[in-house]
T-cell receptor, first 115, second 113 residues
Framework: EPEVTQTPSHQVTQMGQEVILRCVPI?????FYWYRQILGQKVEFLVS????????KSEIFDDQFSVERPDGSNFTLKIRSTKLEDSAMYFC?????????????FGEGSRLTVL | AQSVTQPDIHITVSEGASLELRCNYS??????LFWYVQSPGQGLQLLLK??????LVQGIKGFEAEFKRSQSSFNLRKPSVHWSDAAEYFC???????????FGGGTRLMVKP
C-alpha cells in the first residue's frame, strides 16, 4: 500500500539552528501539507502546497518557515532559526486529485526537539 | 472560527464492550467531518468521513459515526472493541478534505483484557 514517508523520525537541534524535515508523498498525489502537534496539544495545520506554491497557511507558518518541492518526489519543511517552542511532532500529508473528498494520507511524523 | 472539542481525554473499556467517543464541533457552514486514529509510532489513519448525505457513516475496522447537526456532534462508535483498537483517536473538521483541517485534542483509548 502506498504511504507517505518522513525523515528523520527524530531530530534534536540547538536553538537558532536551521532544520529541514523531509517528506516523500504518495507518488501520484498533487496536494501536500504540513501539520504539527506540540506535546499534549492539538494537531495544528501549518501549510498546504499545490502546483508548486503555497495554497493556504496558518498563523503559525511565519517567515521562519518555508516549504519546497525541490524535485518530483520530495516535499520539505524548513525552519530557519529554531526556537524552543518549535519542539513538536511534524506530520506531512498528501492528497490525490479526488476533488474535495480525497483522503489525506499522513506520514508517521518527525519529532523535533529544540534545546 | 472552526473548532473541535473531544471532551474525553482518556477512556478505558473492556475488550468486547461497546465504545462511543464524543466529538463536538463549531463550524459556520456545512462541515466536512473526519475521524482519524493514531497507533503508537504510526501516522494518522483515516477511519471515516462525512461530507453529505446519510448521517450515519461506516468506516474501516468496524467503526461508524453519526452526524447530528442539531447537536453539532459527530460521535464515533464501535459495537465491540478489540485490544488492537487501543490508540489515540482524533476528530477533525474542515471546509474540504484537506486544507486547514482543525483537529480536536484527541481521546486516548485503552482496552482492558
Amino acid at each position: 500500500e502506498p504511504e507517505v514517508t518522513q525523515t528523520p523520525s527524530h531530530q534534536v537541534t540547538q536553538m537558532g539552528q536551521e532544520v529541514i524535515l523531509r517528506c516523500v508523498p504518495i507518488s501520484n498525489h498533487l496536494y501536500f501539507y504540513w501539520y504539527r502537534q506540540i506535546l499534549g496539544q492539538k494537531v495544528e495545520f501549518l501549510v498546504s502546497f499545490y502546483n508548486n506554491e503555497i495554497s493556504e497557511k496558518s498563523e503559525i507558518f511565519d517567515d521562519q518557515f518555508s516549504v519546497e518541492r525541490p524535485d518530483g518526489s520530495n516535499f520539505t519543511l524548513k525552519i530557519r532559526s529554531t526556537k524552543l517552542e518549535d519542539s513538536a511532532m511534524y506530520f506531512c500529508a498528501s492528497r490525490g486529485t479526488s476533488g474535495y473528498t480525497g483522503e489525506l494520507f499522513f506520514g508517521e511524523g518527525s519529532r523535533l526537539t529544540v534545546l | 472560527a472552526q473548532s473541535v472539542t473531544q471532551p474525553d481525554i482518556h477512556i478505558t473499556v473492556s475488550e468486547g464492550a461497546s465504545l462511543e467517543l464524543r466529538c463536538n464541533y463549531s463550524y459556520g457552514a456545512t462541515p466536512y467531518l473526519f475521524w482519524y486514529v493514531q497507533s503508537p509510532g504510526q501516522g494518522l489513519q483515516l477511519l471515516l468521513k462525512y461530507f453529505s448525505g446519510d448521517t450515519l457513516v461506516q468506516g474501516i475496522k468496524g467503526f461508524e459515526a453519526e452526524f447530528k447537526r442539531s447537536q453539532s456532534s459527530f460521535n464515533l462508535r464501535k459495537p465491540s472493541v478489540h485490544w488492537s483498537d487501543a490508540a489515540e483517536y482524533f476528530c477533525a473538521v474542515g471546509a474540504n478534505a484537506g486544507n486547514m483541517l482543525t483537529f480536536g485534542g484527541g481521546t486516548r483509548l485503552m482496552v482492558k483484557p
